[in-house]
């Protein structure tokens, strides 16, 4: 793909010269196959020749320069430039602000998720809590207060406030969360059962143990009727149940709790390995 790539793009700019939209796309698919192959430094080189040709072709605001300016965004990330990756991104939200449609409306989200997330990564825990927060008020106008996207939008929220060490915040966007996604799903939903667990942590943070268990509880009942025995998500509901129990000095059902986990694990790695082993005999039969 690169070597070919880059056939086309001496073809073209010997046809058309330097300046031209069919050299930036080559540039931008150039910048892509090295994406993909992991080299991010040169992919970050032709992601941005193709964003510095079309500057000067395109209107700035233009919605082919944004799918540019999130590819290198995502190799900024990919290469540990965390400061060039937030200022790409926020070049691609500006752009898909000007022009909300049903087709962008999924990469404008998914802009901002990341977005946060790099904030958070980046010790900008303000901006990721500020940004998140733009994303739930743009969720909520488009699909209202009762929808699964927004519910994740405040589950968000709350895991940065955790983050931040905030848990006013933390445990208020929790209830909203759970509140949101039992309308949406009603309360026997695993995302209801996650954010019953994530309240019961908060309430361990706030010494109020006996709340702690009582929502663990309603946690575990939820996965123990809707998943399978060995479902992964057991394990971390069993691990909190552990520290529970060992912060009430109840040892025998902390331990209890831990053995748990490790037949859990130990049924994960075993499924893991059957797969594998598997997919060995399926390559020798072909």
């Known amino acids: 793909s690169i070597e070919y790539n880059k056939k086309a793009l001496g073809i073209g700019k010997q046809t058309f010269g330097q300046n031209n939209l069919d050299v930036t796309l080559t540039c931008y698919n150039l910048g892509f196959s090295y994406n993909r192959k992991g080299d991010h430094r040169k992919a970050i080189h032709w992601f941005s020749k193709s964003v510095n040709i079309r500057l000067g072709l395109l209107d700035p605001y233009d919605l082919c320069m944004t799918y540019t300016y999130k590819m290198v965004a995502e190799s900024y990330y990919c290469n540990n430039e965390l400061n060039n990756a937030i200022d790409a991104f926020e070049k691609a939200i500006a752009i898909f602000l000007k022009q909300i449609t049903k087709a962008t409306f999924n990469e404008l989200t998914y802009c901002y998720d990341k977005l946060s997330a790099i904030y958070m990564e980046n010790s900008q825990h303000t901006q990721a809590i500020d940004t998140a927060t733009k994303l739930l008020q743009l969720r909520s106008k488009q699909f209202g207060r009762s929808h699964a996207d927004v519910a994740s939008s405040y589950e968000t929220i709350a895991d940065l406030s955790f983050q931040d060490g905030n848990i006013k915040q933390e445990i208020q966007n929790y209830n909203l969360a759970l509140r949101t996604f039992s309308i949406v799903h009603g309360d026997g939903h695993r995302d209801a059962a996650r954010n ?55 040892w025998d059902l902390a331990s209890q709790y831990r053995h748990k986990v490790a037949e859990v694990q130990a049924k994960t790695n075993d499924t893991a390995e059957e797969k594998k082993d598997d997919s060995e005999k399926d390559d020798i039969l072909w």
């Open 196 to 250: 019953y667990i994530n309240l019961g942590i908060c309430d361990i943070g706030n010494h109020q143990l006996t709340y702690a268990l009582k929502k663990f509880e309603k946690g575990l009942d939820i996965y123990n009727k809707i998943l399978l025995p060995f479902d992964t998500d057991f394990i971390f509901v069993y691990e909190q149940f552990a520290i529970l129990y060992q912060k009430q000095k109840r």
